[in-house]
């Protein structure tokens, strides 16, 4: 998939709650001619993470709530075959209670299996700190998640390396590319 189809795909899941009340039974007509809207995903914040299987399937790993993570939620696996029509595959990296799995890495093992990265936040307070916003008392450590179904079913494994010595959490975003060796 080219970068400008990738952007379009991307730019049609973010802005599609944005352009739900201007959305008319039927396509418009414009100056440069018709115009078709469509709801991708409905009722999610998304940010989402685009992948094509080796049959040309788009996934999209998405965040299932309405907020910028200020609730819990989880990461989903939403397949088109178009880019116009989507439908929800499974569920990546479920939430724990009062816990968002909300950031994802994605994308393809040399095999063909999607790889996603998983990350987010908890609601609990942490011992000695001040309550912070909804959901940002502490970022949770990164879930390493693999489906070999196209995205219906998922693995998780908690394998990925903590933090060097004086850093900060990992937060996890963007594209997963194999490596050479596989």
């Not at 990738?6 to 739900?20: D, I, R």
């Not at 396509?27 to 299987?53: F, H, K, M, Q």
Request: hydrophobic share 40%; net charge neutral.
């Amino acid at each position: 998939m080219n970068n400008k189809r990738k952007l379009l795909l991307f730019v049609t899941l973010v802005a599609s709650a944005a352009l739900l009340p201007a959305v008319n039974a039927g396509p418009e007509t414009t100056l440069t001619g018709p115009v078709e809207r469509y709801i991708s995903i409905d009722n999610a914040c998304a940010w989402p993470n685009l992948t094509v299987l080796p049959d040309g399937t788009i996934i999209a790993a998405i965040f299932n709530r309405p907020s910028h993570g200020q609730e819990a939620g989880s990461i989903e696996a939403w397949a088109s075959q178009d880019g116009r029509f989507w439908e929800k595959r499974g569920v990546v990296a479920p939430h724990e209670p009062d816990t968002n799995r909300m950031h994802v890495a994605a994308g393809l093992a040399k095999n063909g299996d999607l790889v996603m990265l998983s990350t987010g936040f908890t609601n609990l307070q942490q011992p000695g700190q001040s309550k912070k916003l909804p959901f940002r008392d502490r970022v949770l450590p990164p879930w390493v998640c693999r489906s070999s179904d196209g995205g219906r079913t998922w693995t998780h494994t908690n394998p990925f390396p903590s933090p060097p010595e004086g850093f900060g959490p990992f937060f996890v975003f963007g594209d997963i590319k194999a490596g050479a060796d596989g």
